[in-house]
């Protein structure tokens, strides 16, 4: 047979003046080929003709029944033999692997440079006795997506939504920190895969064999078993040998190294808002849980007043610049 190396190697001898009797003497070939091959200008490649097979009849049958459930081969082969098939198991069990339509949808695998990314979600967990009463138990879930790294926290409630609403302090505590927040789709797991086994292993093998007597235990035995960051890799579908995890902690340490380094001063959890003001008059303003007056020694129109609520109480303090 010849292929398109033999192709292009014809019809160079033949621009090199060589008539197609001397092509054939050349290149240890029949007369015949070699004149149909220059009358051809583009090279295509022969197609085996289809031999029948004692599987034909019953093709339709077999591509009917996987479209109704995913039998298997043998599964396959059994009613069609109840059908008077005679042939072996090799064909169909190829003919069953071009034909099968696919179980799951393919995505592309994501990779992440050290320090590049973190992956949040939420994970729901039945309930969990607080107090006299029963409380459903959620737990916040990080993963760092390069080495695998995970932190968890268990709380009681926490809120959900179709529609993303960023919180002011989220955007605020975001920018103090230098990171970028992108939320993903709804109902779209394949876009955070690492935090997704980090839920699924929080499920599977964290809380199975904890007690949920008591909620005020859990996050203690997280951080017994969990840490800040996890010491196990969050995919645990077999068991990993303590190479990985070793591999794991030296990632981690690239990762930490590589990460942004923390502005010097905390996040302070503070409001900034612009009031309008007379010196012989107190400003009100909201805040979070409650509202306050500031009043002001100015003859400025606008005076900018920071403020904060003190702790266990209803009264707000301005704060020195």
Same mark, same amino acid.
């Given at each position: 047979?010849?292929?398109?190396?033999?192709?292009?190697?014809?019809?160079?001898?033949?621009?090199?003046?060589?008539?197609?009797?001397?092509? +054939?003497?050349?290149?240890?070939?029949?007369?015949?080929?070699?004149?149909?091959?220059?009358?051809?200008?583009?090279?295509?490649?022969?197609?085996?003709?289809?031999? &029948?097979?004692?599987?034909?009849?019953?093709?339709?049958?077999?591509?009917?029944?996987?479209?109704?459930?995913?039998?298997?081969?043998?599964?396959?082969?059994?009613?069609?033999?109840?059908?008077?098939?005679?042939?072996?198991?090799?064909?169909?069990?190829?003919?069953?692997?071009?034909?099968?339509?696919?179980?799951?949808?393919?995505?592309?695998?994501?990779?992440?440079?050290?320090?590049?990314?973190?992956?949040?979600?939420?994970?729901?967990?039945?309930?969990?006795?607080?107090?006299?009463?029963?409380?459903?138990?959620?737990?916040?879930?990080?993963?760092?997506?390069?080495?695998?790294?995970?932190?968890?926290?268990?709380?009681?409630?926490?809120?959900?939504?179709?529609?993303?609403?960023?919180?002011?302090?989220?955007?605020?505590? +975001?920018?103090?920190?230098?990171?970028?927040?992108? +939320?993903?789709?709804?109902?779209?797991?394949?876009?955070?895969?690492?935090?997704?086994?980090?839920?699924?292993?929080?499920?599977?093998?964290?809380?199975?064999?904890?007690?949920?007597?008591?909620?005020?235990?859990?996050?203690?035995?997280?951080?017994?078993?969990?840490?800040?960051?996890?010491?196990?890799?969050?995919?645990?579908?077999?068991?990993?040998?303590?190479?990985?995890?070793?591999?794991?902690?030296?990632?981690?340490?690239?990762?930490?190294?590589? &990460?942004?380094?923390?502005?010097?001063?905390?996040?302070?959890?503070?409001?900034?808002?612009?009031?309008?003001?007379?010196?012989?008059? &107190?400003?009100?303003?909201?805040?979070?849980?409650?509202?306050?007056?500031?009043?002001?020694?100015?003859?400025?129109?606008?005076?900018?007043?920071?403020?904060?609520?003190?702790?266990?109480?209803?009264?707000?303090?301005?704060?020195?610049?």
């Amino acid at each position: 047979m010849i292929d398109y190396a033999l192709s292009c190697k014809i019809h160079d001898l033949s621009k090199n003046s060589l008539k197609s009797q001397q092509i +054939a003497t050349e290149m240890a070939l029949g007369l015949k080929p070699v004149k149909r091959w220059l009358q051809t200008e583009t090279f295509t490649q022969r197609k085996a003709s289809e031999r &029948a097979s004692l599987l034909d009849p019953h093709k339709a049958t077999i591509v009917r029944l996987l479209q109704h459930h995913e039998y298997t081969s043998v599964q396959l082969m059994q009613k069609i033999q109840e059908a008077g098939y005679k042939g072996g198991y090799t064909i169909l069990k190829d003919y069953v692997r071009r034909v099968r339509p696919p179980s799951k949808p393919a995505f592309l695998m994501l990779s992440f440079d050290p320090g590049e990314c973190g992956q949040v979600d939420w994970g729901s967990a039945g309930v969990v006795q607080v107090g006299n009463t029963r409380r459903r138990l959620r737990f916040f879930v990080m993963v760092l997506a390069y080495s695998r790294m995970m932190y968890v926290e268990f709380v009681l409630s926490h809120p959900r939504g179709e529609k993303l609403v960023l919180h002011s302090k989220y955007i605020d505590f +975001a920018k103090h920190y230098g990171f970028e927040i992108s +939320a993903c789709k709804v109902r779209a797991p394949n876009e955070k895969g690492r935090v997704e086994n980090g839920v699924g292993y929080v499920k599977k093998h964290f809380l199975n064999g904890i007690g949920r007597d008591s909620f005020d235990t859990l996050n203690p035995a997280a951080a017994d078993t969990v840490r800040l960051l996890f010491a196990q890799p969050c995919d645990t579908k077999k068991p990993h040998p303590p190479t990985s995890q070793t591999v794991q902690k030296t990632k981690y340490r690239l990762e930490k190294q590589l &990460a942004l380094k923390p502005p010097p001063f905390k996040f302070r959890k503070k409001k900034l808002e612009n009031v309008n003001s007379h010196y012989t008059y &107190a400003t009100s303003f909201a805040g979070n849980g409650g509202r306050g007056s500031v009043r002001t020694e100015s003859t400025s129109s606008s005076n900018v007043v920071q403020f904060r609520r003190l702790k266990g109480s209803e009264r707000f303090q301005p704060l020195e610049r």
